[in-house]
């Protein structure tokens, strides 16, 4: 006997089993071999996907697997360990975290017991070369180690007096206050940075135009003229304010977050959600620091779980100071949209993870309840008041 068509609610139930949360259909069940749009909620993109490639073959997002394979295969603390053991035996221990190559990692020399800083890429040689030795204990190798004077001397002869160094010298990769005396602007650059002969002041070097022009020719490959860049480009960690044609909105993002597949908040994060619409209106309208879909590494359930917004004391983005999570109904009670039962128990287990951690790091975790839809603007007002921030609520809207 020929079975009927499978329903949109057995499709939904096949998809959460075999994905869970990680992706939301925007379309209805058509048929086995017919794409539907969904979304995938990892990275916010909108793909087209047969049931056939989302169930059968388990074909998800290409682009966040291509990703996590080259994660997996370059990128984590058990490798980089492994690698140091298979140079060096049991002669140094990793003491700090593996984050990336070239960031700053905490070694330990058991021979003198000495605790030294250098970078990963630099302790297994991969920049001097394969095959040749990479950089080891300062203390037992019997390099000099520079004091506050001696980078004064080293600064000046590489730059003459264009420059000052204010702050005491606490190691290569610890940040140093310099005023640049061109422009009387303080800069926090790290020694080893300083000194490799290509630094500049972000405030009035001539490479700021190039490096905003360049900026400009890089968001035009990847997205066309659908963004404009309205700032100056400063450097990768500060937020430049650019107009999204699509929703005409001018948002803040920083730019290695955009060039990273960033996109604008408002359009990408949370689909068909007034109230996340409303609150993101409200932060912008006010001019208020906020990010979106923020991850902490040490908030997850298996992977880093997001916020919806984020505050921050400021547009270098300092210090956070909120977390801002807006919960559907879908938060209260199962949705066979959300994946039923199980998907309503694994929401709430993800929001609670999140509670712990705002609380175990001290910030407000400020949750905006489906049901004050209506007065959402009023609630978050109240709200911020309790941490100091005061808002206008009859701030035009941006859409």
């Known amino acids: ?64 697997k291509n990703k996590e ?46 605790e030294f800083t250098t970078t990963p890429d630099a302790f297994l040689g991969s920049r001097n070369g394969d095959g040749k030795k990479g950089n080891r204990c300062p203390k037992c190798s019997g390099k000099w180690k520079r004091d506050t004077e001696a980078f004064k001397q080293e600064v000046y002869k590489m730059y003459g007096d264009e420059f000052e160094v204010i702050g005491e010298y606490k190691g290569r990769h610890e940040n140093i206050k310099i005023l640049h005396k061109v422009c009387n602007n303080y800069l926090y650059p790290r ?16 490479k700021e135009k190039k490096d905003t022009q360049r900026f400009k020719e890089q968001v035009y490959e990847l997205v066309g003229d659908e963004y404009i860049v309205l700032g100056e480009y400063v450097d990768a960690k500060t937020p ?49 620091p906020f990010d979106t879909q923020y991850r902490d590494e040490n908030c997850r359930n298996i992977k880093p779980l997001p916020f919806d917004f984020v505050l921050y004391n400021n547009w270098r983005l300092d210090k956070i100071i909120a977390f801002i999570e807006f919960d559907g109904e879908q938060h209260d ?44 603007e009023s609630v978050l007002q109240e709200e911020l008041k309790k941490i100091n921030i005061y808002i206008d609520i009859n701030k035009t809207n941006v859409i």
């Open 1 to 64: 006997m020929k079975k009927g068509k499978k329903t949109n609610h057995q499709f939904l139930e096949e998809l959460f089993q075999v994905w869970g949360n990680e992706f939301e259909p925007l379309e209805e069940y058509k048929g086995y071999d017919q794409p539907i749009k969904v979304r995938h909620k990892q990275c916010g993109r909108i793909l087209d996907k047969t049931p056939k490639n989302l169930i059968t073959l388990k074909l998800g997002c290409r682009i966040c």
């Open 191 to 206: 020694p080893r940075h300083f000194l490799d002969g290509n630094s500049y002041c972000q405030y009035c070097s001539k």
């Open 69 to 114: 394979n080259g994660k997996k295969r370059r990128k984590n603390h058990d490798w980089f360990v492994n690698e140091v053991k298979k140079l060096v035996g049991n002669e140094y221990q990793v003491r700090s975290e593996y984050t990336r190559s070239k960031d700053p990692i905490k070694m330990y020399h058991t021979v003198c017991n000495e």
């Open 333 to 376: 009670k199962p949705s066979n949209l959300f994946g039923g039962e199980e998907g309503f128990k694994e929401r709430q287990k993800n929001d609670q993870i999140k509670n712990d951690f705002a609380k175990e790091k001290g910030i407000p975790l400020i949750r905006i309840k489906y049901k004050d839809l209506n007065n959402i």
């Open 240 to 288: 430049i304010p650019l107009y999204h044609k699509k929703c005409k909105t001018v948002y803040r993002v920083t730019p290695d977050n955009f060039l990273r597949g960033k996109r604008c908040g408002l359009c990408t994060d949370i689909h068909n959600s007034k109230g996340y619409k409303a609150i993101y209106n409200l932060l912008f309208a006010n001019q208020l």
